[in-house]
């Protein structure tokens, strides 16, 4: 396989991607693909309470993920192609008709460049992003103008509803323009996703808070990152408050909020150079147990059913599973 560097776009505003290996994955069908609602009775039921979210990848090679319920739901983020994405749908037995649209977290292009296509080939779908994001987009990225007609804006903390949800943006500190994550409502329960963050401020904390499922960058381990091949800008920078969380911070953070509301936490965005999936999560389950928590894994096993909290590692450039949260 050959290697590439993937472009830095310059010192002024660096979207810390890294070097890669190029790989090609293969769309999997999910354990779940057959969980669907007839196609006439789509029209007619209320929704069931339960609530299906998948990774498509996560890290700097591309980022994309869908939340939704019986009757729909949204794709956060574009980062990978949107033929994958598409696929990758289709096989859990979700009807992309029913997709409403894109919300962008930011405008690197790990977590964009692939939302026009993704737009035009579903022309049904919007993109809710703030007008700083999709400013950005044009200026810094080859994507064509035309985005703008599936634009609806937001505003940080001004919730807005998409089919069943109500979506609310709220701010978090990165190298990028309007950086923001996400906290979805339904029925009671909160799903959030922070990503791609240096530290947790105030209004981010009030929202992770409160999230009975969470998805949180654990980007990097320190030792690995300073022992590591990055040039030395590179390292100080993803260490400042506007680069990465590494395993260290997100464990101490989550440890400080966690209470039994809180059922599942991915953990995201996971360094391809300067971390592991096992270092990771060793940190956060630690620091999980010493909360008081007893901790599982997500894969289903009478433990798991036993544990107060799933906790997963999500894949770089693999799809999840289909995971079901009830009520």
Not at 38 to 64: A, R, T
Not at 99 to 119: K, M, P
Not at 220 to 237: C, H, I, S, T, V
Not at 255 to 263: L, Q, V
Request: proline fraction near 4%.
């Amino acid at each position: 396989m050959g290697r590439k560097r993937i472009s830095f776009e310059g010192l002024g505003c660096l979207p810390f991607e890294e070097w890669e290996t190029e790989e090609v994955t293969t769309p999997k069908r999910s354990v779940y693909d057959n969980i669907r609602i007839p196609e006439k009775e789509q029209n007619h039921v209320s929704s069931d309470g339960l609530l299906y979210y998948i990774s498509f990848g996560s890290g700097s090679s591309g980022n994309s993920c869908y939340v939704g319920t019986s009757q729909g739901g949204v794709i956060i983020d574009a980062g990978i192609r949107a033929d994958e994405i598409q696929d990758k749908i289709k096989a859990n037995g979700i009807d992309i008709r029913k997709v409403h649209g894109i919300l962008l977290t930011h405008d690197h292009s790990d977590h964009v460049r692939y939302a026009y296509t993704l737009l035009r080939n579903n022309r049904h779908m919007k993109v809710y992003c703030t007008n700083r994001v999709l400013n950005a987009i044009l200026r810094r990225h080859d994507i064509s103008k035309r985005i703008k007609d599936y634009h609806i804006p937001i505003f940080k903390e001004i919730p807005f509803k998409a089919g069943e949800f109500e979506i609310t943006a709220f701010e978090v500190p990165h190298d990028g323009n309007d950086n923001m994550g996400f906290s979805i409502g339904f029925q009671q329960r909160n799903f959030v996703l922070a990503t791609d963050m240096g530290q947790v401020m105030p209004r981010a904390r009030y929202y992770i808070s409160n999230a009975d499922y969470l998805v949180i960058e654990s980007n990097y381990d320190l030792k690995m990152l300073l022992n590591g091949r990055y040039p030395e800008f590179l390292k100080a920078r993803i260490q400042t408050p506007v680069g990465h969380m590494d395993n260290d911070a997100t464990a101490a953070f989550l440890k400080e909020i966690y209470t039994p509301r809180i059922k599942n936490i991915f953990l995201c965005h996971l360094s391809k150079d300067n971390n592991t999936p096992e270092k990771a999560i060793e940190k956060v389950r630690t620091a999980l147990e010493e909360a008081g928590a007893k901790v599982g894994f997500g894969m289903e096993t009478i433990e798991d059913r036993q544990a107060d909290v799933q906790l997963v590692a999500l894949p770089r450039y693999d799809s999840t599973r289909l995971f079901v949260f009830r009520p």
